[in-house]
C-alpha cells in the first residue's frame, strides 16, 4: 500500500494482511507484554489458535479489512502493529475495529496511523462507524479514542463501548496529533494505495 517514516525516523512499510502472515502475526503477538495482551483481548490470551490465525489474516473484502505495519529498517522486517476492522451483522454502517501496537513500538504515532488506513478503506466500504471496546484502565487507548473524535456510547464493568464517526473526507477528523496522523493516512492511501487496495472488494 505506501511506505512511510514517523516518529524518530521509524521506516515503516503499511499494507493489507494476508494468509501468508502468520509468522508475522505470532512473531508480533510474543513481543506483546501480558498487560497489552490483556488490553487487546479483555482477557488472558497466551496464544493464538490456529483459529485465530486463520480469522486474522483473512483477506480483506467488503466486509472486512486488516491492516499490518512492518518496520523496514531491520532485516527481517520487524512486525510493528496490525489494526482491522469487521463489519456489524446488525448494522451494516457500523463496523468493530481494534489496533495493537507492539509495547517496543508505542507512543509513536503508528496506532492512529493503522486506525486511518482501515477508516479510508471502511469508508470507502460504506461503513460510517468504528465500536471498539476498550478496558477501562487501557488510558492510552481512551486519550486516544477521544482524541479522534470517538464518544462513549457505554461504560459497562469491565468494558467501554466507543463510537467512532468516520469521513470520507480526512478534513473531518480532529485536528490533534492523533488525528494528523489519520489525515497523513488518508493521503497516502489515496496516492499509493492500488485501486483494488484502497477499494477493498466482496
Do not use: W
Not at 525516523?9 to 503477538?29: Q, S
Not at 479483555?42 to 466486509?63: C, W, Y
Not at 479510508?120 to 482524541?147: D, T, W
Amino acid at each position: 500500500m505506501f511506505r512511510t517514516r514517523i516518529a524518530d525516523d521509524l521506516d515503516l512499510l503499511v499494507r493489507t494482511v494476508e494468509p501468508a502472515d502468520k509468522a508475522h502475526l505470532l512473531a508480533g503477538f510474543s513481543h506483546l507484554s501480558e498487560r497489552s495482551r490483556f488490553f487487546r483481548f479483555l482477557g488472558g490470551v497466551t496464544r493464538l489458535s490456529e483459529k485465530d490465525l486463520v480469522r486474522f489474516t483473512a483477506r480483506s473484502n467488503s466486509e472486512h479489512c486488516a491492516i499490518g505495519a512492518l518496520n523496514m529498517s531491520v532485516v527481517p522486517p520487524d512486525p510493528v502493529a496490525i489494526a482491522r476492522y469487521e463489519r456489524l451483522d446488525t448494522d451494516q454502517e457500523s463496523a468493530e475495529m481494534a489496533v495493537t501496537v507492539i509495547d517496543a513500538y508505542q507512543g509513536r504515532g503508528v496506532g492512529p496511523l493503522l486506525i486511518g488506513a482501515i477508516a479510508f478503506c471502511a469508508a470507502e466500504a460504506g461503513i460510517k462507524r468504528f465500536v471498539a471496546y476498550v478496558h477501562p484502565e487501557n488510558r492510552g487507548m481512551i486519550q486516544l479514542m477521544i482524541s479522534l473524535g470517538a464518544h462513549i456510547a457505554d461504560a459497562a464493568e469491565g468494558e467501554i463501548t466507543f463510537d467512532m464517526p468516520l469521513h470520507r473526507d480526512a478534513g473531518g477528523y480532529p485536528d490533534t496529533r492523533a488525528g494528523k496522523q489519520m489525515r497523513l493516512a488518508y493521503d497516502l492511501m489515496a496516492h499509493h494505495a492500488p485501486e483494488s487496495a484502497a477499494r477493498p472488494t466482496g
